[in-house]
T-cell receptor, first 113, second 114 residues
């Protein structure tokens, strides 16, 4: 069975500071990993994904994540936070079959001016 | 390009009334389709998924049902709504392609049961 744990339901950073959102996964097979972003009253939007190959994955809006198999982690980072980054972020895992994706509980990011 | 539509955008219904939410996808064929519910301040709960017309898998026992009458149409229904059915309902699809496990979400329907 697969699972995802997002550490911290709320993260607050100052504008211009580093953003780090933590995600750990559990999977008995090689995982596909994702980060999604959700703005208020909207659907989720794919930020980035890891399938195979390069472990450092770059996504939209300046975000990136690194797949670390030894740590079973897929943390999301952005060097400099912008006010527009305030949203909820979901880490997710699926297997190669792809029928189902397991989502973490989400981390709400607050950006202070 | 592919787009996904959901309607209505918002809905207020009394307890015990029926429900029908519709989701359609354009620009792709034979997608996997999904219904999720997101309760206030909580993550996503997978309700149903479908890998083809008439093929529905239920993830959570409840008073909701789903149907897929056409390849790119997915409908969520209930005969009698409960207060606990309130939430944000999201439809999603993903292509049946190797390495394309990401899901694409619709704009959602905000359901309030009163």
């Amino acid at each position: 069975a697969q699972s995802v744990t997002q550490l911290g339901s709320h993260v607050s950073v100052s504008e211009g500071a580093l953003v780090l959102l933590r995600c750990n996964y559990s999977s008995s097979v090689p995982p596909y990993l994702f980060w999604y972003v959700q703005y208020p009253n909207q659907g989720l939007q794919l930020l980035l994904k890891y399938t195979t190959g390069a472990t450092l994955v770059k996504g939209i809006n300046g975000f990136e994540a690194e797949f670390k198999k030894s740590e079973t982690s897929f943390h999301l980072t952005k060097p400099s936070a912008h006010m527009s980054d305030a949203a909820e972020y979901f880490c997710a895992v699926s297997d190669t079959g792809g029928f189902k994706t397991i989502f973490g509980a989400g981390t709400r990011l607050f950006v202070k001016a | 390009s592919q787009t996904i539509h959901q309607w209505p955008a918002t809905l207020v219904q009394p307890v015990g009334s029926p429900l029908s939410l519709e989701c359609t996808v354009e620009g792709t064929s034979n997608p996997n389709l999904y219904w999720y519910r997101q309760a206030a301040g909580r993550g996503l709960q997978l309700l149903f998924y479908s890998v083809g017309i008439g093929q529905i898998s239920s993830e959570v026992p409840q008073n909701l049902s789903a149907s897929r009458p056409q390849d790119r149409q997915f409908i969520l229904s209930s005969k009698k709504l409960l207060l606990s059915d309130s939430g944000f309902y999201l439809c999603a699809w993903n292509p049946i392609q190797v390495g394309r496990n990401e899901q694409y979400f619709g704009p959602g329907t905000r359901l309030t049961v009163t």
